[in-house]
C-alpha cells in the first residue's frame, strides 16, 4: 500500500507561487507530517516504510528550511515497489503522478482507512479543543463588533485575528459572514456589505490547530435586539437543536437523528404559519428541504466534514426528508460530529415554479415575503459521542 501526500497545485498565472500545501489527511493522519511529495509505503510482512522528498538549497535559502527531510529518499521508491512486483497494489490518499494501484482494491482500502480514522483518541480531541478555545476567543466579542454599518468582511477580519492570537495556525475554513439577505445563502463569502438595525447576521467560522479545527456557527440581531419573528423563529431553531445534541447517543443512527429534527422544525414553521400541512407530510413529501435543505451535520477533525460518508457496507448516499445528507452511518462512540440545523428563506428555492408547483399545498405562499426578507439561521456546536452521553465542545460559546 502507499498512502501519498500529494503535490502542491500551481497558481494560475502565479509563476512559481502554489496554493497552500495541506497533505491529504489520511497521509498525515497516519505520519503526523505534512511536507509535500512524501509517500507512507507499507508491506505486511515489513511494515512502514517513510519515503520523502529531500530539503533542497532553494527551500533553505527562500524558506529558511533546516535540517534533513528525514526517512529514505523519495527517489528509491520505485526499486522498493520493483522488488514487490507482482503483488496487488492499492494506492490511497492523493493521486501519485507515476504510480497508481488496483482502482476497487484501492477503494475498498481508502474505505477501511476512513473508518478507522472517525473515533477520536485522547490528543486528537485535544487539539480541537484547544482550536475551539481560540474560536471562542473571537466569538466572546462578536457582540460588541455587531453594529449598523459595519461590514462583514470587518467583522471577518475580526474573527480571524483572535482565532490567531488565540493559538490557532490558521481559519479551519472559508469564514462565513452573511447579514440581511445573505444569511440565507449557505456558504457566504463576507463581502463589503454593511449591516443595517434590524437585521440578523450569521457567523459560520472557526479556527485550525494543527490540522484539527473547530466549526462554529451563531447567528445574532444587528442591533442587539430580536424582532417578533426573528426571536419567534431563533427559538424553535435553538431548541430543535438543543434536541439533536441530546440525540447524539452510541448507536443513534445519523439519518434517523436528522428526520427527527426536521420533523421538530417543520413543526416549528406549521406553528408559524409557513406550513400548511402537518409535519409529518412536510417531511414525507421533503417539503421541509425547501427550508432545511443541507444535512444536520458532519464529522469533525482534520478539518471540516472529515471522514464523513457511509458506514461500512452501505454503497449509496440516500436522501433523509429531501436532504442529502454528509453522514450515512450509526454513531459511535468517540465519534466528533457538528450538530448544525438550520432554518433559511432562499429565494432560489422558494421562487422555483416547479418547486411551488410541487409543493402548493403544503406552503403558505402569500405569507413568504416578510420571512423571505429575514434571510436564514444556523446554530451549529461540536459534539463529541461518548458512552455517558454527548459532551458539547463548543458549549461555551454563548447561542
Not at 340 to 353: C, K, M, Q, S, T
Request: charge should be negative.
Amino acid at each position: 500500500m502507499l498512502v501519498v501526500a500529494g503535490e502542491p497545485i500551481g497558481i494560475p498565472g502565479g509563476q512559481d507561487q502554489t496554493y497552500p500545501f495541506v497533505a491529504h489527511p489520511h497521509y498525515y493522519w497516519l505520519s503526523g507530517l505534512r511536507r509535500a511529495g512524501g509517500v507512507l509505503a507499507f508491506d505486511p510482512d515489513e511494515g512502514w516504510t517513510d519515503f520523502r522528498v529531500p530539503i533542497s538549497q532553494a527551500e533553505r535559502v527562500w524558506e529558511g528550511a533546516d535540517g534533513e527531510a528525514g526517512g529514505l529518499d523519495i527517489a528509491d521508491l520505485p526499486a522498493w515497489l520493483d522488488n514487490r512486483g507482482g503483488r496487488p497494489l492499492s494506492v490511497i490518499g492523493a493521486s501519485h503522478p507515476k504510480f497508481s494501484g488496483d482502482e476497487l482494491l484501492s477503494q475498498r482500502v481508502c474505505r477501511e482507512i476512513q473508518h478507522l480514522r472517525r473515533p477520536k483518541d485522547a490528543g486528537e480531541v485535544a487539539l480541537v479543543t484547544r482550536a475551539i478555545e481560540a474560536s471562542a476567543r473571537g466569538y466572546a466579542r462578536v457582540p460588541e463588533w455587531i453594529q449598523p454599518g459595519i461590514s462583514e468582511r470587518e467583522i471577518a477580519i475580526r474573527l480571524e485575528a483572535e482565532f490567531f492570537l488565540g493559538g490557532a495556525d490558521c481559519p479551519g475554513y472559508g469564514t462565513i459572514v452573511g447579514s440581511g439577505a445573505n444569511s440565507a445563502v449557505l456558504h457566504w463569502p463576507a463581502s463589503g456589505r454593511r449591516m443595517a438595525a434590524g437585521e440578523l447576521v450569521l457567523i459560520d467560522a472557526g479556527g485550525s490547530l494543527d490540522g484539527y479545527t473547530a466549526d462554529v456557527t451563531r447567528v445574532y440581531p444587528v442591533d442587539g435586539q430580536w424582532s417578533e419573528r426573528q426571536r419567534d423563529l431563533h427559538t424553535i431553531l435553538l431548541q430543535a437543536q438543543i434536541n439533536a445534541l441530546e440525540g447524539c447517543q452510541v448507536g443513534v443512527e445519523w439519518g434517523d437523528l436528522h428526520v427527527r429534527t426536521a420533523t421538530e422544525l417543520a413543526e416549528g414553521l406549521r406553528q408559524l404559519g409557513v406550513l400548511r400541512c402537518s409535519a409529518q407530510e412536510a417531511v414525507e413529501r421533503e417539503t421541509i428541504a425547501l427550508f432545511f435543505p443541507h444535512g444536520l451535520g458532519h464529522m469533525l477533525g482534520l478539518g471540516v466534514r472529515d471522514a464523513s460518508g457511509l458506514a461500512p457496507g452501505r454503497s449509496e448516499a440516500r436522501t433523509f426528508a429531501g436532504a442529502r445528507i454528509r453522514m450515512d452511518l450509526p454513531l459511535e462512540a468517540d465519534y466528533l460530529v457538528t450538530v448544525e440545523p438550520g432554518l433559511y428563506f432562499i429565494p432560489a428555492l422558494l421562487n422555483d415554479p416547479e418547486k411551488r408547483s410541487k409543493h402548493q399545498d403544503q406552503v403558505n405562499w402569500e405569507s413568504l415575503d416578510p420571512w423571505i426578507e429575514l434571510g436564514g439561521m444556523r446554530i451549529e456546536d461540536n459534539v463529541l459521542v461518548t458512552p455517558q452521553g454527548p459532551r458539547n465542545l463548543t458549549a461555551a460559546i454563548p447561542k
